[in-house]
C-alpha cells in the first residue's frame, strides 16, 4: 500500500482530473473500497455498467448517486401550470404537492439537498464527479469503470 499525504494532488489528462485525497488522510487499495459516490447533474449522466454494480454490491461497497440537479427538477414540476393570480396559484401549487404525494416530495427534497450538502462538505468543486471512500475523487469522468481504472492506477 501506498500512503497518500494530506497535500491534495491534480494530474489532468484532457477534461479529466483525479484529486487525491479528497476529504481525509488514509491508505486504499482497489480492495480494501468501501463506497462510491455520485455527484453529477442530468446532463452529464454517469454510467455504471450493471456487472460493475453488482460486484461492487456483492463485496459490500456502498453505492450513491447524487444529481445536483434535482432540486431545480423538482421545483419544476411543483410550478408547472401556476396561473399569475396569486390566489389560483397558491391552489394550483397545494395540488401539485398533493399530486407529488407529500412522503415522496420530501423523501425526494431529502435526498437532493443530500447530495448538494455532501458535495459541499468535501469540498467537490466541479462535476461529473466520482468519490471513492471519501479520500479520492476523479473528476471529469462519466464511466465509473473508468474512474475505477484511473484511481487503481494513480494509487499503484
Known amino acids: 500500500m501506498r500512503r497518500i499525504n494530506q497535500q491534495i494532488i491534480v494530474l489532468t489528462a484532457s ?11 488514509s491508505e486504499l487499495t482497489s ?35 447524487f444529481y445536483l440537479d434535482n432540486v431545480e427538477r423538482i421545483e419544476k ?3 408547472t401550470g401556476l396561473p399569475s ?7 394550483r401549487a397545494l395540488k401539485n404537492v398533493e399530486e407529488y404525494g407529500k412522503d415522496s416530495l420530501e423523501q425526494d427534497f431529502k435526498v437532493a439537498y443530500e447530495g448538494i450538502f455532501y ?12 468519490i471513492f471512500d471519501d479520500q479520492y ?20
Open 77 to 79: 414540476i411543483l410550478s
Open 119 to 130: 458535495a459541499r462538505n468535501n469540498k467537490i468543486n466541479r462535476y461529473p464527479a466520482i
Open 31 to 65: 480492495h480494501e473500497l468501501h463506497s462510491l459516490v455520485v455527484i453529477t447533474d442530468h446532463l452529464n449522466s454517469v454510467v455504471i455498467n450493471p456487472n460493475t454494480e453488482r460486484s461492487l454490491v456483492d463485496e459490500g461497497i456502498s453505492i450513491k448517486v
Open 137 to 156: 475523487v476523479v473528476y471529469g469522468v462519466t464511466d465509473v469503470d473508468l474512474a475505477l481504472e484511473k484511481m487503481e492506477n494513480h494509487i499503484k
Open 85 to 91: 393570480d396569486e390566489a389560483m396559484a397558491r391552489e
Open 15 to 25: 477534461l479529466c482530473s483525479i484529486a487525491l485525497p479528497c476529504c481525509a488522510n
